[in-house]
Nanobody, 123 residues
């Protein structure tokens, strides 16, 4: 019983910026990591960025230097700040959360996914 909800998608012009938000809620004791993936029409879902509970960050090569992932103080909310957007960035962006469930110990954390938010970049 965990919910992951993305927001902030929309239509932007090439070269513009957009900030996506993701909130994980429910019976969560703690969160190990949260990340962003994206999927363009006819393409497979690809990794974008991830941040762990101790602050380690990794990016896909395609977004390094343009995108930045960060987390709020409560660590249940993450952001994806996107700059210098191009039409190739057009996709549905999905957030996931690697969580430890409340009252559950000794079992590996499941991964929960949001429903995605559409980002469209016009040329």
């Amino acid at each position: 019983q965990v919910q992951v909800v993305e927001s902030g998608g929309g239509l932007v012009q090439a070269g513009g910026s957009l900030r996506l938000s993701c909130v994980a809620s429910g019976r969560i004791r703690s969160i190990n990591a949260m990340g962003w993936y994206r999927q363009a029409p006819g393409q497979q879902r690809e990794f974008v960025a991830i941040i762990t509970s101790d602050g380690d960050i990794n990016y896909a090569d395609s977004v390094k230097g343009r995108f930045s992932i960060s987390r709020a103080n409560d660590k249940n909310t993450v952001y994806l700040q996107m700059h210098s957007l191009t039409p190739e960035d057009t996709a549905v962006y999905y957030c996931n959360a690697d969580v430890n469930l409340s009252g559950v110990y000794g079992v590996r954390s499941p991964i929960y996914w949001g429903q995605g938010t559409q980002v469209t970049v016009s040329s």
